[in-house]
């Protein structure tokens, strides 16, 4: 098994917030990027952007109290059948990158599929494959 | 509805009143957004004759349907309303990221009647529209405004569009400023906006932009951004945002100097782009989903000038406060602009009045004893700053050119107006047209006063024959039966240019009512009538086509232009300073030419169908559904 993190080099960010609208786009179908799994957080001055969003360190999975949350694809997902809504993903996740949306039923995070690294337009956006093994946990490789 | 949110807000400040009104089918589908809205709301509802200080003139901000998706450049909108500097038509256009935030709260557009009794601002969410007190925030500036908005609000995600002190002191040429940065420049809107005592829009909303073919939209969307991010002129932009221009302009003999005296600066190396990126640039930014961060962001570590110089220096204001004044100290003017994005005003036009004191002094029109004892001799950075200072704040002699270039000009009278470079109030922006004939005839036919956005026609400034063929070669055929180049490229060759001009002007109508940015319909050229037509399509269901775009196109820009009329403009207002029709540029690249506007002009005028007067003929209206409109301005058959 392995995980696939999108990673976000904050240095190379110019705020366009191509990649939410492309996840809205393609996660939601809509044109919002209130809704997306990837978020840039703005400091208006010379610091530029910080980029949120899951590393896939499955953390919420662990602590989920109904297993509504399962690796699919590289990327962990909420199975909003068995999602009670609970928020406890939302609480434990340790880099703050699971969200309550506005007119989305369950939490949002993001599921590693990809689509917001291609339409990046600085390159700021790349993603690894992370072997995956239960007893020593996830093991960097490209 | 897909694509518009269907709602416009109408804010009565005189009736502390709020109404949510549909958005009419037929002005959506006419008019499009923007501009479109803006022209057809203005011309209803704001009389002959307002003062556009006062409560009865209408400040307008508009969307448009492609505003708040992932079509490229979607973060712009456009603030309207009657100009205080023109007396006309009023139009500015910010990018930054306030723009999806008005659709993410539910509207396409928001129309400011009467005058607010006391300072307020207006809170857009996902619940509605509130005026609330802004007795607080009267006196900021414009960043502190938009901090402490977000500060007080606990809400980082909010933006804003503001006024500072300059435009609480109705100084006439006021800009809005948006997200810090980003400005909403000319016409004087900033001024309009504290005349309503209207300090600050601020939204946050969640609501989807619905979008007819999701699908279609998405990749259409996907491959037009990147085709803009791969156009063979965006890495210029891309590296060097517009200050790139600052050495190329001024090679060419383009680059306003002195009052306008001269068209290329000999110091223009010390306050270049390359220049800006090595020493001063410390991160880069992009409007909303535009791939092209053309926005640079400088600090000034030490010295005198010692500076977070923000966002958003523009080639425009290296220009106005830098060649235009004779100055060469680029922190001066890095500075210089950070002040005047903080108290809110167009650099084009603060420069500009600048630029004309100091010809006034040169000539010994003005003494000391007008000025308060301040030495306007060309070219000295102090002045430059204390002069922003005394203008956004009314103080001394700053109170009189606060009024702007043109009133200044009427009162002295005499000889003082040989020296105003202005087009219907507007000052001339940064480019000379002896160096570039297309843009001469642009500062003339643009509704808002002397503007080098309204047409945009850039392909001739440095001649790009490809794209001058691609997209002109064709019209030239149908109108003349002759081929575009090599004329249409050449920048000093009249021939041609009110073909490029007037077609540039509907491309960016259209663009402007989107509403998107010309750097991407424009320069680089890379969205042209098909594409805009198509992303329509798929995001309205509306089958419009190029023929159509066109035609609303160039509605838009007439109904704009029919706004000055019944303000009672005319033929007369269409016209250039002398110092571009009769004083041949003295040196550099385009040494020894002048301006051939009447040549252009009559040309130009055949080409829009307007007589004599300037005003269009009667089967033009009729071809563009403007029939109501040519009644009352008197046209009939």
Redesign the interface.
């Known amino acids: 098994m392995s995980v696939v993190r999108v990673v976000a080099d904050d240095k190379k960010c110019v705020g366009c917030e191509i990649c939410e609208l492309t996840c809205a786009n393609v996660n939601f179908g809509v044109n919002n990027p209130k809704k997306s799994a990837i978020y840039i957080s703005r400091l208006a001055g010379p610091e530029g952007f910080h980029v949120v969003l899951c590393n896939q360190c499955g953390r919420c999975a662990k602590e989920c109290p109904e297993e509504a949350i399962a690796l699919v694809n590289g990327g962990y997902r909420i199975d909003e059948e068995r999602c009670t809504l609970c928020g406890i993903c939302v609480e434990v996740c340790p880099i703050e990158a699971i969200w309550w949306r506005p007119n989305v039923k369950t939490p949002v995070k993001c599921i590693s599929c990809k689509a917001c690294v291609s339409n990046c337009p600085t390159q700021a956006l790349s993603y690894k494959e992370i072997a995956f093994q239960v007893k020593s946990g996830l093991r960097g490789k490209e | 509805m897909k694509g518009w949110m269907g709602k416009i807000l109408r804010v009565d400040f005189g009736e502390e009143r709020i109404r949510e009104e549909d958005l009419p089918e037929q002005l959506a589908r006419n008019y499009i957004g923007g501009n479109g809205f803006a022209a057809r709301i203005l011309w209803d509802e704001v009389p002959k004759g307002v003062d556009p200080l006062g409560p009865e003139n209408k400040l307008i901000f508009a969307t448009g349907p492609l505003n708040?998706?992932?079509w490229p450049t979607s973060g712009r909108f456009k603030i309207a309303a009657k100009s205080p500097l023109s007396n006309g038509w009023g139009e500015g256009n910010a990018g930054g990221?306030f723009a999806?935030e008005i659709k993410?709260c539910g509207f396409d557009a928001i129309i400011f009647e009467g005058a607010a009794k006391y300072p307020v601002y207006l809170h857009l969410s996902?619940d509605g529209a509130e005026i609330r007190n802004a007795k607080h925030l009267w006196g900021k500036d414009s960043w502190e405004t938009?901090?402490s908005l977000r500060k007080e609000l606990k809400n980082?995600g909010l933006h804003t569009a503001v006024i500072g002190q300059a435009g609480e002191k109705l100084v006439r040429f006021a800009a809005v400023m948006v997200?810090?940065y980003a400005t909403a420049a000319r016409s004087g809107l900033g001024a309009v906006m504290g005349s309503k005592k209207l300090k600050a829009v601020v939204a946050c909303?969640?609501?989807?932009?619905?979008?007819h073919n999701?699908g279609k939209f998405?990749e259409f969307s996907?491959s037009a951004?990147r085709r803009l991010?791969t156009h063979q002129f965006s890495e210029s932009l891309i590296n060097y945002g517009t200050p790139l221009l600052v050495s190329i302009m001024s090679d060419i003999g383009r680059f306003p100097t002195k009052n306008c005296q001269q068209g290329s600066f000999p110091y223009a190396d010390e306050i270049s782009g390359e220049l800006l990126a090595k020493k001063y640039r410390?991160?880069?930014?992009?409007?909303?989903?535009?791939?092209?961060?053309c926005k640079k962001?400088h600090?000034i570590n030490d010295g005198r000038w010692k500076t977070?110089g923000g966002l958003g220096l523009e080639y425009e204001s290296l220009h106005a406060l830098g060649s235009l004044l004779w100055n060469r100290d680029v922190e001066s003017i890095i500075y210089a602009n950070a002040l005047c994005n903080k108290y809110g005003v167009d650099t084009d036009d603060i420069g500009g009045v600048m630029g004309f004191a100091m010809e006034l002094w040169e000539k010994g029109i003005l003494t000391a004893k007008d000025t308060g004892e301040i030495d306007l001799s060309w070219g000295n950075p102090d002045v430059v700053v204390e002069l922003v200072h005394e203008i956004c704040r009314r103080k001394g002699f700053g109170d009189i050119l606060a009024e702007g270039t043109h009133r200044v000009a009427e009162r002295l009278g005499g000889e003082a107006r040989r020296y105003e470079m202005t087009v219907k109030g507007l000052d001339i922006p940064g480019q000379d047209g002896r160096g570039q004939k297309s843009m001469g005839l642009s500062h003339v036919t643009s509704n808002r006063g002397a503007d080098h956005l309204t047409s945009a026609e850039f392909l001739s400034e440095v001649g790009f024959p490809e794209a001058i063929n691609e997209r002109f070669e064709h019209r030239a055929q149908e109108l003349y039966g002759r081929s575009i180049l090599p004329e249409g490229a050449d920048r000093l060759n009249p021939k041609f240019k009110p073909l490029m001009v007037l077609d540039s002007e509907h491309m960016a109508a259209v663009a402007d009512s989107l509403v998107v940015c010309k750097f991407s319909t424009h320069w680089p050229p890379a969205i042209y009538f098909e594409d805009a037509a198509r992303a329509l399509y798929y995001a309205t269901g509306i089958k419009y086509t190029e023929k159509e775009l066109r035609l609303i196109g160039e509605r838009i820009f007439v109904l704009e232009r029919a706004f000055n009329l019944r303000e009672g403009f005319s033929a007369k207002d269409d016209r250039l300073p002398d110092r571009f029709t009769k004083e041949p540029s003295p040196g550099g690249a385009s040494k020894g030419h002048v301006v051939e506007l009447d040549e252009m002009l009559v040309e130009y005028y055949r080409l829009r169908s307007l007589d004599q007067r300037g005003y269009p003929t009667v089967e033009k209206m009729k071809e563009l559904s403007l029939e109501d409109v040519a009644a009352d301005l008197g046209i009939d058959g």
Do not use: M, N
């Open positions: 708040g998706t992932l990221h999806p993410y996902d938009h901090e980082q997200d810090k909303g969640s609501k989807d932009v619905l979008i999701p998405y996907v951004q991010l410390v991160r880069e930014e992009s409007c909303f989903a535009c791939p092209l961060r962001y600090v977070d």
